[in-house]
């Protein structure tokens, strides 16, 4: 690796499987200390393992941002100390996918989507941009979705929770930008591990067929791009959702 993040701190949440691990990974491999956070400290400590074994520097912070402004304060408050007194990225990966109808929401749900999903970034957010300020800037960087502009049957909830996060995206970076804080969103498509040789197409694959891809992603896909907007590459990059979805909502998907 470059090493383009070397001397960074960062802060991935939800990074103990799946998209937020690979861009914990990526981010160590490029030479900052990364803060692995999540509510499964097994797995964690799992992922931290992996990390340092590979040379790079890591630590496991237990949270369940569940969208108290406690919760998000705590977070910001144990990485800034963990990570040496501050936060140089913070990536808002952690979410929750409860997919039922709209009909078929309770509200109960509905609170807990939305608080895992947009107050929990929203307020971990306004815990870590001041500090970031004070110290001449910092990255954040939200996760979207392709489904926040593509809608499917019992995603209305969910859909709604990662438009709202788009949204944010350009608001903080308006805010945010003057201060030296840059704000960018990554946007996944169809994001799933490598399948097993022979294995028979899921809804996934199914989905993304007659798109320039022509396939799924990898959750690597995206924690190259998290890499490019967390760097100085990305210096003029503001208020920006990058699809990451091999052209499912950019381009039209011709039936096979």
């Known amino acids: 690796m470059s090493e383009r993040l070397r001397n960074k701190t960062a802060l991935v949440t939800g990074s103990t499987s799946n998209i937020g691990q690979a861009i914990a990974e990526a981010f160590a491999a490029e030479g900052a200390h990364v803060i692995v956070s999540g509510r499964n ?10 990390i340092r074994a590979a040379g790079g520097r890591a630590d496991f912070l237990a949270a369940d941002l569940d969208g108290s402004k406690k919760a998000a304060q705590d977070l910001a408050d144990r990485a800034r100390e963990t990570l040496g007194g501050r936060i140089d990225v913070l990536v808002n990966n952690a979410g ?18 939305y608080g895992v999903n947009v107050k929990a970034p929203f307020f971990l ?15 954040i960087i939200n996760l979207g979705s392709w489904i926040a502009r593509l809608g499917v049957p019992a995603g209305g909830l969910y859909s709604s929770t990662k438009g709202a996060m ?9 805010e945010f930008g003057p201060m030296g804080v840059r704000v960018n969103a990554v946007s996944p498509g169809v994001i799933l591990p490598p ?7 899921g ?51 011709i039936a096979a």
């Open 41 to 50: 400290a097994e797995r964690g400590a799992r992922v931290v393992g992996g």
């Open 96 to 113: 929750i996918y409860p997919a039922p109808s709209t009909v078929g929401t309770d509200e109960e749900t509905f609170d807990k989507v």
């Open 166 to 174: 788009e949204t944010l995206t350009r608001a903080w970076a308006a």
């Open 203 to 253: 809804p996934g694959e199914i989905m993304m067929k007659g798109t320039p891809a022509g396939g799924v992603g990898t959750p690597d896909a995206i924690a190259h791009a998290a890499v490019w907007l967390a760097s100085d590459e990305a210096g003029f990059v503001h208020g920006t959702v990058v699809d990451i979805d091999g052209g499912r909502t950019g381009v039209a998907v």
């Open 195 to 201: 399948a097993p040789e022979g294995a028979e197409p």
């Open 125 to 139: 957010t306004a815990a870590v941009v001041p500090g970031m300020a004070e110290a001449g800037g910092g990255v």
